[in-house]
Structures are given as C-alpha cells and as structure tokens.
C-alpha cells in the first residue's frame, strides 16, 4: 500500500463537491462545463477541483479531444476502500487469539476442577 | 440477527463502512462474556497476533470506559477506547471504539455490538457488528501502519519456522 497515494485519495475524496463529480463521472465520462452544471460554482472554482481529483489520480483527462473529457480512475478508489480490509483482519486476527485464550482458560479450569486440594 | 447501528452523526466523515463478522467459540457464553469485559483477560487476546497490550482499562458498565494501547513489534502505541453504552451479560455489548492518533484526536469512529448467543453444547455464537467511520486522511496512515506492524511481525513468524 503507498501510503502518499493514498493520504492523497483521501485528502481528494474529503470534499463533497468532489465526491460528487466521482459520482456523477461513474455513470460516464463529462466535459468541465457538463460537471460544472449541477453545482452553483465557477469554473475555475470546479477546475481547481478538477486539479485535485486528477493530482489524487482519481480522474484522467482526455489529451486528443478539444473538450479534454474527464474519466473516473477507479483503482485509487479500490486501494482506499482497503483500510476496510485491514480493520475486518484486526477482527479476525482478535478472534483467532480469543480462540486460543479461551483453549487456555477452559484448560487452567479443567485443572482446577480436578485437583480437590483447591475446593 | 444482525443489528443496523445508528448512522454517525459526526463530521468531516470520510468513508463510513459496517462489517458484520460471526464466529463459534467452543466455550459457554457466560466464559466468552467475561474475557470481553475483565481488563486482565481483554489484554490477552485483543488485536493483531503479536501485538501486545501494555494498557489495558475495562470498566464494564452503561457508561463506563475502556482503553487500550495496542503496541505493534517494532515499538509503535496504537491506542483506542471508548465507552458502553449497553452491557447485559451475556447476551449483548454495545460500545464505541474509536482510534486515536498520537495527540488523542480521533481518526476512527466506530461502534460495535456484540453478540453473544447459545450454540450446541457449551458453544457460543458471537456476532460482531462494527460501524466504522474514517474521520480523515490521518486514518489512512495510522491503517497503514498497523499494517506495517502486521507484515512485520509475520515474517518473524515465517523466520522463526525456518530457523527450525
């Protein structure tokens, strides 16, 4: 995990305005004017975002057309919703110790029950 | 069987995500309660293999509080905490946990329900429900060093096996 890209992905997904143009880009691929549209915001307002989102490598925007279309980069997303994995492991690994603790305990008890000296 | 949290109402929520995690323990719920709400046996088995838990304050109660500093092998604290807000043994837990950095800002707000229900003889099925939420990019370093600690302490593991 590159943990840069990664402040950066989250840095990037913080705001709301930006969150939505991810939204809106994942149902395809926009113009700036077309992005600006839903939002009551210049335009070097939403290309600032713009510039943060492509920064994040979370949009690439296209070269050959006049228009530079904007394109959802979905891989950043996926390497952020990772954080997701590590905490279920934190859970699996807690349960897997509380497993072998219990085995432990159950053992000491059994011990205990057994011996008449301790009742 | 599976309880939907109350969503978070703090701000500045990055990524919020739940995670429902079930597993059988072969020992009777009232046991299985107790080593989630006794601070000498919570130290023995809570987070990552390896780690281990220097502190370690449970206060079991509507109220009370709990916290704990993780510490990963190469020396690094990782503490959370929080309070219960339901304990009725040994049905049901329900607590926040929340991750801190350093200077006690939380970077994880989370709540958990546990579950702990009567499975065969002496079994106990233990459904955990976790809402987490990531309050900032802070989140992802502090992730991303645990996980560093994880990787780190495995292969010591894997180094210990072939030294054999």
């Known amino acids: 995990m590159n943990v840069d890209r990664l402040t950066a992905t989250f840095a990037a ?36 975002h713009l510039k943060v989102l492509e920064r994040a490598g979370l949009i690439v925007r296209g070269r050959q057309a006049q228009w530079r279309p904007c394109r959802l980069e979905a891989e950043p997303l996926e390497a952020a919703s990772d954080w997701l994995e590590q905490y279920s492991r934190f859970w699996t690994e807690s349960f897997d110790r509380l497993d072998d603790y219990l085995k432990a305990v159950k053992k000491k008890e059994t011990k205990h029950d057994r011996n008449p000296a301790r009742k | 069987m599976t309880a939907t949290l ?23 719920r009232e046991l299985v309660f107790q080593m989630w709400t006794e601070a000498e046996h919570l130290a023995q088995w809570w987070g990552p293999r390896v780690f281990t838990n220097p502190v370690c304050e449970c206060d079991a109660r509507v109220g009370g509080a709990w916290y704990i500093v993780m510490r990963s092998p190469d020396g690094k604290d990782y503490p959370c905490g929080g309070t219960y807000l339901e304990v009725t043994p040994p049905e049901r837990l329900l607590f ?7 200077d006690g800002k939380v970077i994880i707000d989370g709540l958990t329900e546990v579950r702990f229900a009567e499975h065969g003889a002496g079994q106990t099925l233990l459904t955990l429900t976790t809402r987490a939420a990531a ?30």
């Open chain 2, 96 to 102: 926040k946990n929340d991750a801190v950095d350093a």
């Open chain 2, 135 to 164: 309050l900032n990019e802070q989140m992802a370093l502090a992730i991303a060093g645990m996980h560093a600690g994880w990787s780190q302490s495995l292969d010591k593991l894997a180094e210990m096996f072939t030294s054999h």
């Open chain 1, 13 to 48: 997904l913080a705001d709301p305005t930006r969150r939505a143009i991810l939204a809106r880009l994942a149902s395809g691929d926009a113009s700036v004017t077309e992005l600006a549209q839903p939002f009551e915001m210049s335009m070097p307002a939403i290309s600032k």
């Open chain 2, 6 to 28: 109350p969503a978070s109402s703090a701000p500045n929520v990055v990524d919020e995500k739940e995670i429902v995690i079930t597993r059988v323990f072969d020992a009777p």
